[in-house]
């Protein structure tokens, strides 16, 4: 049985379509993400599995109970972490996670808080008031009051976003010890090297599902070969570079630029000419396997949302 299914999931705001037709199903114990830009539809989705709003139309299933139906039977089994989660900063690490117990009567927490001190190194700080945390240890403290009942499933609503490189790696070396008790995680996220982490992706655009699969078998759905090219001017190359008709997309990482073109062997030579009479020297290029956030882009570029974007459940009131 799946951990989440849902059928044709509609959600509106008036006259803004927030979901549009959204059919997916999450399988037991895989770490599943959600990706798009603002406005894609992404927290709302979040919210409805948690049974906060309900959808204007299709059905949602969480670990075999309607959402629509059976809400506090739902609630009972997840943990949700959303983008604003609340920790009380007057009091101290101990203290918060009791106050979680308490809300999710939780008998005996104990030595399950101190299970989740552990997991999460929080233990040598304790005692110490959640306003005195950095912002990764806010987010490892605000995961351990989501832990504290045991959920079956685990939503996480852009859990890293803010948080320094450093609290992101140990944030996901928890959450891959979770995966191997057994939990299936549902997350969004903006970052796609974190979705690439995932076993599978669903890419969303102006509240649509555009595709869901693997990353590795998303990655056979770009036409086209990725090139890596290190200029001196970097600037002046992409301006110069995607004003080229052969080079279908063009993104700077860092120090280099990453453009899509339809055959490198073919359109790389007059390409590195043009380049040349514009006085731009190339030092280095090379043909890259293709990235997410390539085939992201890609698909963004098939599939344009119209006037914008449907807008994201986190802005509505």
């Known amino acids: 049985m799946n951990a989440v299914t849902l059928q044709s999931v509609v959600k509106k705001f008036g006259d803004v379509v927030a979901v549009d037709g959204v059919s997916l199903e999450v399988r037991r114990r895989e770490m599943f993400a959600l990706v798009g830009p603002d406005g894609a539809g992404k927290t709302t989705l979040m919210r409805m599995l948690c049974g906060i709003t309900t959808p204007t139309s299709g059905s949602i299933n969480v670990l075999g109970f309607d959402v629509t139906k059976q809400p506090e039977e739902v609630k009972k089994r997840i943990g949700y972490l959303s983008q604003k989660f609340s920790l009380y900063g007057d009091l101290t690490i101990d203290e918060n996670i009791e106050f979680f117990a308490e809300i999710h009567g939780v008998g005996g927490y104990r030595d399950r808080r101190n299970e989740l001190l552990e997991f999460t190194r929080l233990t040598p700080f304790r005692t110490r008031l959640a306003d005195r945390l950095s912002g990764g240890m806010k987010q490892k403290l ?3 009051c989501t832990l504290i009942h045991s959920p079956d499933l685990l939503l996480l609503d852009e859990p890293t976003t803010g948080v320094d490189p450093v609290s992101r790696r140990d944030f996901w070396k928890v959450l891959a010890n979770l995966l191997r008790t057994g939990m299936t995680i549902i997350m969004t996220t903006p970052y796609l090297d974190e979705a690439e982490r995932c076993n599978r992706v669903t890419m969303m655009s102006d509240g649509k599902n555009l595709v869901t699969d693997s990353p590795r078998a998303m990655k056979k759905l770009m036409r086209g070969d990725v090139v890596e090219i290190v200029c001196a001017d970097l600037r002046r190359s ?31 030579p007059p390409l590195l000419k043009e380049l040349q009479e514009s006085r731009i020297d190339v030092e280095h290029w090379r043909v890259i396997p293709p990235s997410l956030e390539n085939v992201f882009i890609s698909l963004l570029s098939a599939h344009p949302a119209p006037g914008g974007g449907a807008g994201d459940g986190s802005d509505r009131p």
């Not at 080079?247 to 700077?252: G, I, N, T």
């Open 238 to 268: 992409f301006t110069r570079i995607r004003s080229l008709p052969l080079v279908k997309e063009a993104q700077p990482f860092g120090d280099r630029l990453n453009i899509l073109v339809e055959s490198a062997s073919r359109d790389v």
């Open 142 to 144: 605000a995961l351990a």
